[in-house]
């Protein structure tokens, strides 16, 4: 049995009873207990801690990912814009991505595509809009995470302004391998959570009874005397 104390004076019922703590006997002394359904929400409340954990960590993972792609796009813009030559030949893109992953773009001021290294530039569309090629001609280096309207999947850009901005080089990067990696650890987290939800509730069903049982026995002895 659960000692527990519910006599007038006592704020416990009215206090938690809102919440779903009632106690489990009406008529006795002694300290409140807690019941299951305050062990429901110790587990609930732990269960969501870890999964909070989880997703910090998915989004950490996945910012640091990006920051790090980001950092290696504009070093390799800036090392393949000194061959940039002054008439940009239609292969210039197509042979400077050559044994690489990157797609590349040369885009000249107005949006206009003068070379692609993964498609015809004739039929291509304005580039004046592009968040990146937008940034890029502020004068700075620009970036942008989207699916690709000429590929359909999803690409991070990074773009920087040649020649005084009159041209801007962009890369892109797809980024099935980084969606493949959260993929995966999203199937862990639910793996984890279903393994330490189990063993927690196993464990705190045998703990609330090793700890409950014996307090009631001691504190049934002590009003019998």
């Known amino acids: 049995r659960c000692p527990c104390r519910t006599d007038s004076g006592n704020s416990w019922p009215r206090t938690f009873a809102r919440f ?5 006997r009406s008529n006795c002394d002694g300290p409140p207990c807690w019941n299951r359904n305050m062990t429901r929400f110790a587990f609930a409340s732990l269960l969501a801690a870890l999964t909070a ?3 910090a960590a998915r989004h950490y993972f996945k910012q640091s990912f990006l920051a790090q792609v980001e950092s290696q796009l504009q070093d390799h813009l800036v090392a393949i814009s000194r061959d940039l030559s002054p008439v940009v030949l239609p292969t210039w893109c197509a042979d400077h991505a050559l044994s690489t992953d990157y797609r590349l773009t040369v885009v000249e001021r107005g949006g206009g595509v003068l070379c692609d290294s993964h498609h015809d530039p004739a039929g291509m569309q304005n580039h004046a809009e592009r968040p990146e090629i937008l940034e890029a001609e502020s004068g700075r280096f620009g970036s942008s995470l989207r699916d690709s309207a000429t590929l359909g999947k999803p ?3 990074g773009a920087i302004p040649v020649r ?3 041209l801007v080089i962009r890369a892109a990067l797809p980024l099935d391998h980084l969606f493949g990696v959260l993929r995966v650890l999203d199937a862990a987290l639910g793996v984890i959570l279903v393994v330490v939800g189990g063993g927690l ?3 705190g069903i045998f703990a609330g009874r090793a700890i409950v049982s014996p307090m009631s026995r001691v504190l049934d002895k002590a009003q019998g005397v």
């Open 20 to 24: 779903g703590f009632q106690s489990n």
């Open 201 to 203: 509730t196993v464990f």
């Open 164 to 166: 005084d901005g009159a």
């Open 155 to 157: 690409m991070l850009y």
């Open 53 to 55: 954990s989880g997703l």
